[in-house]
């Protein structure tokens, strides 16, 4: 059996964007989703009609036991995953000191801590085969920092030191390790924050829109290619020159 892509968070949004270019590149994919199992199914049912191979998994990446049951289960059905894209993350807003306990660990839980969780159940598979690939998802407000998004922009700004670490940890094992930092996509994420805004975030982006899921499928598709294979370590921007 040929390897598999794990994409987290793959129901909705980016990653539903990400798990269909993916497919549509010849992975067999493993549409990982918390609760809208309605959406999940959907797209693996246009997936299969299309050809392509797909299975649907409830998890919640911040459980690291049912993150591992989930990679063996895409191995059983799929083929071992070699590439995991860690896409699944929560966001929302809160001036610093109305930052609850829970928000601040959950965040972290499900946004970094979920990417170490299939990071580690994928690794054994790809070291011992000494290859592998890993695209992690991050934010430009990781690397800018973010008024009001405190817990968020600190999850996703680690997104960027874990990338960078573990692609110098894995390179002697031929496992590349990159980020896409996001602008602002039109997914159900950002709708919270009101069509006013989000006209004004268009403006304030050089290339004047907003990211489709399909801006960031097309980078991480690229990423996780063989016409990537010299490149590991980097936080790639596709955010309309939003951060140049
Ligand atoms: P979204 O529209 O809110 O979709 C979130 C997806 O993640 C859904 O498929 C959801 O599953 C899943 N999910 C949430 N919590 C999960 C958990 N604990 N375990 C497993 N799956 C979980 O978000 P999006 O805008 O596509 O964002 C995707 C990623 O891009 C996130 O990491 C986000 O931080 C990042 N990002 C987004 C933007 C933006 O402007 N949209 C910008 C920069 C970075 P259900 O459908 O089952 O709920």
Redesign the pocket.
């Known amino acids: 059996m040929g390897a598999s892509a794990l994409i987290?968070?793959?129901?909705?949004?980016?990653?539903?964007a990400v798990a269909r270019e993916l497919a549509r590149q010849g992975w067999p994919v493993c549409v990982?989703?918390?609760?809208?199992r309605d959406?999940?199914e959907s797209l693996a049912e246009e997936i299969r009609s299309q050809g392509g191979r797909a299975m649907i998994y409830q998890?919640?990446?911040?459980d690291g036991q049912a993150v591992a049951r989930m990679a063996e289960a895409a191995r059983e059905t799929l083929g071992p995953v070699e590439l995991v894209v860690n896409?699944?993350?929560?966001?929302g807003q809160a001036l610093f000191q109305d930052i609850s306990d829970e928000m601040w660990n959950r965040y972290l839980a499900?946004?970094l801590g979920?990417a170490r969780n299939t990071i580690r159940a994928a690794l054994p598979h790809m070291i011992s085969e000494k290859r592998g690939c890993i695209v992690n998802?991050?934010?430009?407000w990781g690397l800018r920092g973010a008024s009001c998004e405190t817990a968020y922009a600190c999850t996703?700004a680690a997104i960027i030191a874990l990338t960078r670490s573990l692609a110098l940890e894995l390179a002697p094992s031929g496992i590349r390790v990159n980020c896409v930092a996001?602008?602002?996509?039109d997914?159900?994420?950002?709708q919270v924050l009101g069509r006013d805004t989000l006209r004004d975030l268009a403006e304030q982006t050089p290339l004047g829109r907003l990211g489709t899921?399909e801006d960031i499928a097309y980078a991480v598709a690229f990423l996780a290619s063989d016409k990537a294979s010299f490149i590991t370590g980097q936080v790639l921007g596709a955010d309309g020159g939003f951060i140049v």
Do not use: H, Q
Request: aromatic content about 2%; cysteine-free.
């Open positions: 987290t968070g793959a129901s909705r949004g980016i990653g539903r990982n989703y918390l609760e809208r959406a999940a998890a919640d990446v911040a896409n699944a993350g929560v966001a499900v946004n979920g998802i991050s934010s430009i996703k996001p602008g602002v996509i997914t159900d994420m950002v899921p």
